[in-house]
Nanobody
Framework: QVRLVESGGGLVHAGGSLRLSCAAS????????MGWFRQAPGKEREIVAA????????YYVDSVKGRFTISKDNAKNTVCLQMNSLKPEDTASYYC???????????????????WGQGTQVTVSS
């Protein structure tokens, strides 16, 4: 079992910044990769960013490249998502997740995820 708890969401004006954090507890030795997902009302959940827990290799969806940065602290079992230059279309519920062992740096969209946090709301006003 792995428990994931997100924090850091909120309301921000367009162009602003937010930093999301996700703290993992439990069987953290089993972490291969961690990811951030988002889901807006009426839309499918999409992966935003992911990071290889041992290598630190990062993945970003095209829409956030250059604006978002994923980072990790292995000692604290924490993964963060720094979000800069936020846009109204970034408004969504954001979730962190732990990958299954099928995670591969070269094909992150095909990875499977087994544990999820409760989500944190990010709202960007125009």
């Amino acid at each position: 079992q792995v428990r994931l708890v997100e924090s850091g969401g909120g309301l921000v004006h367009a162009g602003g910044s937010l930093r999301l954090s996700c703290a993992a507890s439990g069987r953290t030795f089993s972490i291969i990769a961690m990811g951030w997902f988002r889901q807006a009302p009426g839309k499918e959940r999409e992966i935003v960013a992911a990071i290889n827990w041992s290598r630190g290799t990062a993945y970003y969806v095209d829409s956030v490249k250059g604006r978002f940065t994923i980072s990790k602290d292995n000692a604290k079992n924490t993964v963060c998502l720094q979000m800069n230059s936020l846009k109204p279309e970034d408004t969504a519920s954001y979730y962190c997740a732990k990958s299954l062992p099928n995670y591969a740096d070269y094909d992150v969209p095909s990875a499977s995820w087994d544990y999820w946090g409760q989500g944190t709301q990010v709202t960007v006003s125009s």
